[in-house]
C-alpha cells in the first residue's frame, strides 16, 4: 500500500511540474521595413509574464533549409527554458537561406538589418523587454550559428551575448554550399564579399571582455574542424569564451542538448549585468 501511494504522489508531482511549466508560445507577424514584408517569428515567453518586469531576450536563429518553427517543433523543450530562466525567447524566420546577412547581390535579402534593428525594435515595442544589450542575447545552430556570432560582433551596442551551436563559422571552405553563393556571389568572382562576411575573419571587431561567447561544436560534426579555428584564433588574441566539445554530430540530437548550455550561459550573463 506504502508503494502504491509512493507512486500516486510521484505522479501527483510529475503532473503539477508539467503544469508549472506552462510558457506561452505565439506566432506573430513582425515587419521589415528594409524589405517591405511581413516575417512570422515564434516568441516564447515564461508563465509569469504578465506578473514580471522587464525581462531578457534570448533569440534563437534557425538554419540553412530551415524557418521560424524550426526550433519549436524539433527541440519541444525549448519553451521549459523560458519558464527555468526567465527569459523571452524569439525565433525569427530567417527565409530558408540568408545566412543573416544583409545581401549585395539580392535586396530582397537584408536579414541582418531585419534581425539586429528591426526585429528587436519590433519585440522592444510589444512586449516587456530589458531595451539594451545587458538584456539581449543571441544564439543558433549551423546557419544561424555563424548569424548569431556575425550580428553580434557587427551589433554591439544591440546585443550584449552571443553564442553558437554547430556554426558555420568559416564560410570559405564551402564555397559552392548551401546558396552562399546566391547571396554573396561566388567566391571567384567576390573573394573579398566572401573574406568580409565570414565570421573568423571579425575578429579584429572585438575588445577582450567586449562580449560573453560560447562556441559549442561536436566532434563528427563537418564544422567542428572550422570551430576549433575560430577558437584558437580567440584565444591568440585573448578574446574570453566558453568553448564546448563532444561527442555528436550535425543533428537536432546534438542541439537539443546544446539548447540547454546556450540557455544556462545568457541567463548567467544575464544575472552578472543586472548585478552590476
Known sequence: MNYLRTLLLLGF?????????????????????????????????????????????????????????DWVKKAPNIHKLADLYQMIIVCPD???GSWYWDSPVDPSFKYETYVADELVTWIDSHYKTVK????????????????????????????????????????RPFPNNWDMAKRLGTYAQFPERWEQNTVINLLHLLTPGSLALLIDCGTEDFFYRVNTNLHEKMLERNIAHDYITRPGAHNWAYWNNAITYQALFMRQFFDKTKAN
Open 94 to 96: 530567417g527565409n530558408f
Open 13 to 69: 508531482l510529475a503532473v503539477i511540474r508539467q503544469a508549472v511549466w506552462a510558457a506561452k508560445i505565439d506566432t506573430v507577424d513582425t515587419y521589415s521595413a528594409s524589405m517591405k514584408k511581413t516575417i512570422k517569428a515564434v516568441v516564447m515567453t515564461p508563465d509569469s509574464y504578465a506578473n514580471d518586469n522587464e525581462l531578457p531576450v534570448l533569440y534563437v536563429l534557425h538554419g540553412y533549409s530551415g524557418n521560424y518553427g
Open 132 to 171: 539594451n544589450r545587458s538584456g539581449r542575447a543571441i544564439t543558433g545552430l549551423s546557419m544561424g550559428g555563424h548569424g548569431a556570432l556575425f550580428l553580434a560582433f557587427r551589433h554591439q551596442t544591440v546585443f550584449g551575448a552571443a553564442g553558437s551551436m554547430s556554426g558555420g563559422v568559416d564560410i
